[in-house]
């Protein structure tokens, strides 16, 4: 068996059928049409002296914007998940809008199913493909990258999709020479259509449930400054640690906060926020930027949480006494009393 090089008709051996007098055979042709031939095999002949082409850059989580904005991934579909009246106000040249509003509230619950196929649906008739790589855009602020990574989230959930976010947002675009365009966008060529949802992203009340009583399951709290309460044993990742006020992600800071906590240990982690786009922008950070495979989000996040008195918590210690880290030293669950809605205790 011959080895084949990156041409079709090209060898990395000689071919016993191809002697060494094969060049001089081609010359040798007289008619026209075998000149035109001689001609074509003399190309395909120098064309397998050239190296093979360098294969495309792998997409990162992060998009650079000056890439984007060169054209250096020409394959992917910018979706900006910005309010529609600033889309219309100036978007990028291209991209589709994927506003949230519509979308919310997140899957959970007993219409989770109904829900994930319905945002599904939205998502694929805004143009968004299963095989096709995402890159979410929104403005250089927590908030705007706190969506842009909700909107991730959604696409991976429904679609199954690997997305990715523009990195400096809406600023950097502008900053790199991407073009701004006004008003409505040409609708897509062709509406997408809804790839396998990948609920391994949405937690369940009883994956909470499991992770209190001792599955390998780690609980990650991303809510910001300092809450008034924390869930025993969980690792506080607050995300104004490790994202700017412009939204940029310090990459740094956040792996070295994971290497002191332990998170990249191989079981599945759970992500909870003040709310789903704060959890989202946990788990894009988690499950995109670090590498960590299996990380779920519990939409619902911590408010949700409290309405469960069976499920521990507990107030938060005095300022100064917790860092980024593990939330307590005794991670077993602490049954707490009082009242709440309990009509889902049993759901």
């Avoid at 989230?153 to 502008?174: D, I, M, P, Y």
């Avoid at 949480?305 to 602490?334: C, F, M, T």
């Amino acid at each position: 068996m011959r080895s084949v090089s990156h041409h079709r008709g090209c060898t990395s051996r000689r071919d016993s059928r191809w002697p060494a007098e094969d060049v001089g055979l081609i010359g040798d042709l007289r008619s026209a049409g075998g000149i035109a031939i001689a001609a074509a095999g003399a190309a395909l002949l120098a064309s397998c002296s050239e190296p093979p082409p360098e294969p495309p850059a792998p997409l990162p989580p992060l998009v650079p914007a000056e890439r984007l904005a060169a054209g250096d991934f020409p394959a992917v579909t910018l979706a900006d998940t910005r309010p529609r009246g600033a889309f219309l106000a100036g978007h990028p040249a291209g991209a589709v809008p994927l506003p949230l509003e519509p979308l919310e509230p997140a899957p959970s619950g007993p219409e989770e199913s109904k829900r994930i196929a319905g945002i599904a649906a939205a998502l694929a008739a805004a143009g968004l493909a299963p095989g096709s790589p995402v890159v979410m855009v929104d403005d250089a602020t927590r908030e705007g990258f706190e969506r842009a990574a909700y909107g991730c989230w959604l696409a991976a959930l429904t679609l199954g999709a690997r997305c990715h976010l523009l990195s400096g947002g809406l600023a950097a675009w502008e900053a790199a020479g991407g073009k701004l365009v006004e008003g409505e966008p040409d609708p897509p060529p062709h509406a997408g259509h809804a790839g396998e949802p990948a609920t391994s992203h949405l937690a369940s009340l009883d994956d909470l449930r499991e992770a209190t009583a001792g599955a390998p399951t780690g609980l990650v709290d991303v809510r910001p400054g300092r809450p008034p309460d924390r869930i025993p044993g969980a690792f506080r990742l607050p995300l104004d640690h490790v994202v700017d006020p412009a939204g940029t992600v310090l990459e740094a800071r956040l792996r070295r906060a994971i290497e002191r906590s332990g998170l990249s240990i191989p079981d599945r982690l759970i992500v909870l926020g003040s709310d789903a786009r704060e959890g989202a922008a946990g788990w894009f950070l988690l499950h995109r930027v670090a590498g960590i495979e299996r990380v779920a989000l519990f939409p619902g996040g911590v408010p949700r949480w409290r309405r469960y008195p069976s499920l521990p918590l507990e107030p938060s210690p005095p300022e100064g006494k917790e860092e980024a880290g593990r939330g307590a030293a005794d991670p077993r669950p602490r049954e707490r009393g009082g009242t709440g809605n309990q009509s889902e205790e049993g759901s």
